[in-house]
C-alpha cells in the first residue's frame, strides 16, 4: 500500500499516486475509450489479446454519483481474456467529503451492504488504495488522484470490481468483471 493514500481528503501532493491535470484526465478517458470494444446495448467492453489496458474512472463528470465509466458506459461489464496481463488503472474525478474511490476485485456478487469491505472476502488481486477526490469544485482547474496495478487474468471465473468505499457498493459502484 503506497504510504498515507488512505483517507479524507482531497488529492494533494502528499497523495502518494498519479496527479493528473484536466487535460491529463481527458487523455487518460480517451485513451481508456480507444481500447477495448464497447457494446452500449449489452453495456459491456471486452478487450482482446494478451496486454489489456483498463482505464476505468470513477465518477466522470456529467455521470451519476457512485459510479464506474470506461467507454462512456456506467458500470460497464469488462471482459479479459484468461491469461491476458491486465494493467487495471482508476482515475478519481469525483469532488466532494468522502468521495475517495477505489475498485476491489471480488467472487462476492452484488447486493452489497453499507459496510461492503469485509462483506466482499479477500480480494482477488491485491487491492489499491482509495484515491482521494479532486483537489477542487471547478472540474477544469482541479487535479485529479490515478493509480493503477496490473495483474495476470490467471483463473476464467465471474468477478466483480467494486468500490468498498462505506455506501458506495450500496448505492451501485460496481460492475462485473469476466475472465474467460
Ligand atoms: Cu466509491
Redesign the pocket.
Known amino acids: 500500500m503506497m504510504g498515507g493514500a488512505m483517507g479524507n481528503y482531497p488529492v494533494s501532493a502528499g497523495w502518494g499516486g498519479k496527479i493528473l491535470s484536466y487535460a491529463e484526465a481527458q487523455s487518460y478517458i480517451q485513451y481508456g475509450d480507444t481500447h477495448g470494444v464497447a457494446d452500449a446495448k449489452a453495456n459491456s467492453v471486452t478487450f482482446t489479446g494478451s496486454d489489456v489496458v483498463i482505464n476505468l474512472v470513477?465518477?466522470q463528470p456529467g455521470y451519476q454519483d457512485?459510479t464506474f465509466e470506461l467507454h462512456g458506459l456506467t458500470n460497464p461489464t469488462i471482459i479479459v481474456p484468461h491469461g491476458a496481463n491486465v494493467q487495471f488503472n482508476l482515475l478519481?474525478m469525483?469532488y466532494g467529503n468522502n468521495?475517495?474511490?477505489?475498485a476491489v476485485i471480488t467472487t462476492t456478487p452484488p447486493p452489497y451492504p453499507y459496510m461492503s469491505m469485509m462483506y466482499l472476502g479477500p480480494p482477488q488481486v491485491p487491492p489499491m488504495p482509495?484515491l482521494p477526490w479532486r483537489s477542487g469544485d471547478d472540474a477544469k482547474t482541479a487535479q485529479y488522484a490515478a493509480l493503477g496495478e496490473s495483474f495476470i487474468a490467471s483463473a476464467s471465473d465471474e468477478y466483480w470490481y467494486v468500490?468498498?468505499?462505506p455506501q458506495?457498493?450500496e448505492e451501485g459502484?460496481y460492475g462485473k468483471f469476466i475472465v474467460h
Open positions: 470513477a465518477v457512485q478519481n469525483d468521495m475517495e474511490h477505489t482509495e468500490c468498498p468505499a458506495h457498493a459502484m
